[in-house]
Nanobody, 127 residues
Framework: QLQLVESGGGLVQPGGSLRLSCTAS????????IGWFRQAPGKEREGVSC????????KFADYVKGRVTISRDNAKSTVYLQMNSLKTEDTAIYYC????????????????????WGQGTLVTVSS
């Protein structure tokens, strides 16, 4: 069974940092591009960042650019999302998704990820 498990969410004060992890089980990440998405209460899901299968292509949404980095360790079947200078508006459930099509590219649109989604991890930014 193909699964993605997100971890690393939690409560953090504004200006703080968190590192989210997305770990695959049941398959190897080497052939998959990964996207990170988030959904705040009452809002649509939106793209945050993505990375191609070999890490050669990365994208960031304008609202996180300069505050977020994405990396991957295929040997550990894990993709990381480092988030710094967190704001209250970053509060959301964060999801990762994997897709093997056009894996040397990456996309910030959730409809480009049809194969595997994780269950999400909650990030709360509050004082």
């Amino acid at each position: 069974q193909l699964q993605l498990v997100e971890s690393g969410g939690g409560l953090v004060q504004p200006g703080g940092s968190l590192r989210l992890s997305c770990t695959a089980s049941g398959f190897t990440l080497d052939y998959y591009r990964i996207g990170w998405f988030r959904q705040a209460p009452g809002k649509e899901r939106e793209g945050v960042s993505c990375i191609s299968n070999n890490g050669g292509s990365k994208k960031f949404a304008d609202y996180v650019k300069g505050r977020v980095t994405i990396s991957r360790d295929n040997a550990k079947s894990t993709v990381y999302l480092q988030m710094n200078s967190l704001k209250t508006e970053d509060t959301a459930i964060y999801y990762c998704a994997a897709d093997s099509r056009f894996s040397r590219l990456c996309f910030l649109s959730s409809d480009r990820y049809l194969e595997v989604w994780g269950q999400g991890t909650l990030v709360t930014v509050s004082s």
